[in-house]
C-alpha cells in the first residue's frame, strides 16, 4: 500500500513563499505520474500541478509562474515551491499519485484530480488577507 506524507504547510503573509514536501512510501505501485491537490472550504478540489517521471510538469493556470512542482526519487520525495502566495491560495493541500489500473480517458498526467488514487491527509496553507 503507497502511504503519502505532506509537510511544511503555515500560515504566511501575501506575497510570501512556503516549500511543502511530500514523502513517498514506496513506487512499486505507482505509474510514475505525481501531483499536489488543494481544497479551499466550500470549494471543490482541483488540481495545482502534476509531474511525470521523466519530469514534464503541468500547472493550474492560476499557480503559473508562482508555483514549481519537482521530485527527488533519491528521497522519495515531491515537493511544490509556492511564491508570491495570495489569499486565494488558502487551502489544504494534498499530495497525491496516480497508481496502475485507474481508468480515464484522457492525458496520461493531467492537472485534475479524477486519475489520482493515492492521497496523503493534507496539509494547510493559509495566507490571510
Known amino acids: 500500500q503507497v502511504q503519502l506524507q505532506e509537510s511544511g504547510g503555515g500560515s504566511v503573509q501575501a506575497g510570501g513563499s512556503l516549500r511543502l514536501s511530500c514523502v513517498v512510501s514506496?513506487?512499486?505501485?505507482?505509474?510514475?505520474?505525481m501531483g499536489w491537490f488543494r481544497q479551499a472550504p466550500g470549494k471543490k478540489r482541483e488540481g495545482v500541478a502534476t509531474?511525470?517521471?521523466?519530469?514534464?510538469?503541468a500547472y493550474a493556470h492560476s499557480v503559473k509562474g508562482r508555483f514549481t512542482i519537482s521530485q527527488d526519487n533519491s528521497k522519495n520525495a515531491l515537493y511544490l515551491q509556492m511564491n508570491d502566495l495570495t489569499p486565494e491560495d488558502t487551502a489544504i493541500y494534498y499530495c497525491?499519485?496516480?497508481?496502475?489500473?485507474?481508468?480515464?480517458?484522457?492525458?496520461?498526467?493531467?492537472?485534475?484530480?479524477?486519475?489520482?488514487?493515492?492521497w496523503g491527509q493534507g496539509t494547510q496553507v493559509t495566507s490571510p488577507h
Open positions: 509531474i511525470e517521471s521523466d519530469d514534464s510538469t
Open positions: 497525491a499519485a496516480r497508481g496502475y489500473g485507474v481508468s480515464f480517458y484522457g492525458p496520461p498526467c493531467p492537472v485534475e484530480a479524477t486519475p489520482f488514487n493515492y
Open positions: 514506496e513506487y512499486t505501485y505507482i505509474t510514475g505520474c
